[in-house]
């Protein structure tokens, strides 16, 4: 359920709810943390009262101290040393009646040279004193009296066993550790250490500041860090998902990307790449479109051909007529079929050319193997002889596919010789450009030449100006060869020979 409402959510939303439940999680752990450091901290401190009321115990016992207040106060003054760390020290008879209190000596170290008589007082009125201030202030702060929490402490399960209570109101943290006193077979009263500990409220508040303080920090970056996700990230995500959209919806008005195509990052690249993905996609679907029309148009022709040949021929009863209408018929079937398998074979070179991976490659060695072929075909049938001629150089590298560039000189080749005559020569030059580190290919023949003007026109696709034996051919070779040059990323051009007749056409590739 949890993945399926992930995937239904924004990456803002994502975002965000991720960090919350990190947050609670942390926030949660935080606050057992926090709960626990309160005892933690209590018995630290609760463990050295403990340790002073069984010794103190020990002593009393030990030596068979009687729980009067003269007895008391004397041993108090005599065991001091014990409780100088501590707050306040009171020692309670078996009727929780207050014999004993620290808080009625002066434990300074410099006045333990005295006479115990000079500061003794008298018990009683010290009671009554420390009684009206004990409930003076109990009142003002609402924290029970010593002598009451004695009293709990006597009838509850924890009696007989050293045990501490916490009292806290607004300005203090108190810590009462009690424990009852046995001579070893009566209980003979109770010993109760008093401590304020402000700085256990103080390290907890201390702690809970920190976590505070850091949760707000941590959720204000948080903030920060979704408000420049969402701005410099998601926006420009989201603007390209409505570019794809707005294209395979064909909606008339585009998303402008230019801002996000400005940028140099992941962001910038991924823009670029799709906008130009998208125009190359807008310009194979102009060019098949485009195509399309030029091959119902080149096919129309052939088939009007058939048409009116196919109805002559079974009105005609001349033998030398319907010979040349059968003529014509196989010639126009001949160029449709050129056609169709031309450019059946164009589309599956477009898909294969794409999975297809360039590789350093002898622009020599390729042209060699090409015109060895070609020239034990044509110069046995016809009497066409084609020559390959290099400068002497032995470095002709490029970057390409190999039969792609076998289909390139294939194609030129077959361009030369439907143009050429019986006995003719076609030249293969290579030449290397060492100025612009070039490889330069050249095909030179003797036909006719270019009746054009301007010559870039031969390589549209199916061009009008054809030779007489054209039904050979579909018009399209000259178009697939300057598409693979470009695949290549080399340059073709055409023009006539300046010396002789007939055309020469130039490739020029980057060399390795």
Known sequence: MLSNFLKNISILKKFLFINLIVFVIFGSLTAVYLKGIQPNLINKKTSNHIEI???????????KIQFNEDD????LFSTRFLFQNLDRVMIFDNNFKLIGDTDTLDLDPRSFSQRLDIVQMNIQDENKVLK?????????????PVSEIVIEYSESSDYGKSYTFTQENYDQFLLVTIKNVNDGENNIGYLAISEKANDIRNAINERKIFVFRTALVVAIVILIFSLVLNRYFLKPIK??????????EKDKQKINIQVAKNRHDEIGILSNSLDEMTNELNSRINAAENFSTDLVHEIRNPLASLKSASEIISETTDKTQREKLVNILLHDVER????ITDYSQMLKDEVAITNEQMKKIDLKLIATSVVDDFNS?????????????????????????????????????DNSISFSRENQIIKVDLSNDKKENNVILSVIDEGEGFKENDTSKI???????RPNKFGEHSGLGLNIVKNLVELHNGKISA????????????IIFPKV
């Open 72 to 75: 008391i106060r004397k041993f």
């Open 239 to 248: 603007t390209l998902v409505n570019f794809t959209k707005s294209i395979k």
């Open 377 to 413: 075909i044509h110069n046995s049938k016809n009497g066409i002889k084609i020559q390959l001629n290099s400068n002497g150089s032995n470095n002709y590298n490029i970057l390409g596919i190999e039969n792609r560039i076998e289909q390139i000189i294939a194609n030129l080749l």
């Open 53 to 63: 009321i069984d010794n103190t115990i020990e002593h009393i016992t030990r030596l």
């Open 495 to 506: 023009s006539n020979n300046i010396d002789q007749k007939g055309a020469m056409i130039e």
């Open 459 to 465: 390589f549209k696709r199916f061009y009008s100006n």
């Open 132 to 144: 009206k201030k004990k409930i003076t202030k109990q009142n003002k702060n609402k924290l029970k």
């Open 336 to 339: 449709i079929e050129r056609l």
